[in-house]
């Protein structure tokens, strides 16, 4: 499959704790995208890492990218109960965006 | 302006009935798509037009008929949809008209559908 996928989890945190959560996909990349859903609304990106980069921050966030494991992870730092949504990290194959499973995340007031 | 906006919001139909979902972006970008996302489960690709032309077409039902009138509007129509077609359907755009791997895409807030 061409499509990202992350390891399919929820996550229950407390406030100010970190989040992370994984992706592995099984062909090579150009780059890799994260996006966010909050309760079954649209999606919105946070982050794009490219397949030269190693690591990315914007924010909160830190994405980093292991070509070598076709791996990549989303670390969100000091979480908070705004944080509280699905992940999905998505991926260009076959002219269209394929998205993984997602990770769903709760963060706890 | 970098909001995709989506009408409507919620909409409760018929396996009879004829209904269209609306899609409006207002960034110039030129390539739109439509998603299915079922609960729980990412979205699903179903179409996508670039430079206001059907370019993919994820072998949807023909119940399920795309039209992009102009480049800022792309319209979902439906017709004698059954009760799986029931999820939420996301419009997106983006820059690229080619679908570049560097493009994002951003994301309307949906309009959740309900077939009874």
């Known amino acids: 499959s061409q499509q990202g996928e992350e390891d399919p989890q929820a996550l229950s945190i407390q406030e100010g704790e970190n989040a992370t959560m994984n992706c592995s996909y099984k062909?090579?990349?150009?780059?890799l995208q994260w996006y966010r859903q909050n309760s079954g609304r649209g999606l919105v990106h946070l982050i794009l890492i490219r397949s030269n980069e190693r690591e990315k921050h914007s924010g909160r966030l830190r994405v980093t990218l292991d070509t070598s494991k076709k791996s990549s992870s989303l670390l969100i730092t000091a979480s908070r109960a705004a944080d509280t949504a699905s992940y999905f990290c998505a991926r260009y194959g076959n002219n269209r965006l394929a998205f993984g499973k997602g990770n769903q995340v709760v963060v706890i007031p | 302006d970098t909001e995709v906006t989506q009408t409507p919001k919620h909409l409760v139909m018929g396996m009879t009935n004829k209904k269209s979902l609306k899609c409006e972006q207002h960034?110039?970008?030129?390539?739109m798509y439509w998603y299915k996302q079922k609960a729980k489960k990412p979205p699903e690709l179903m179409f996508v037009?670039?430079?206001?032309?059907?370019?993919i077409n994820e072998s949807v039902p023909s119940r399920f008929s795309p039209e992009c009138p102009n480049s800022s509007l792309l319209n979902l129509h439906l017709h004698a949809l059954q009760p799986e077609d029931s999820a939420l359907y996301l419009c997106a755009s983006s820059q690229g008209a080619g679908i570049s791997y560097t493009d994002t895409q951003y994301f309307g807030p949906g309009t959740r559908l309900t077939v009874l």
């Open positions: 062909t090579s990349i150009n780059n």
């Open positions: 037009y670039s430079y206001e032309k059907l370019s």
């Open positions: 960034m110039g970008h030129r390539a």
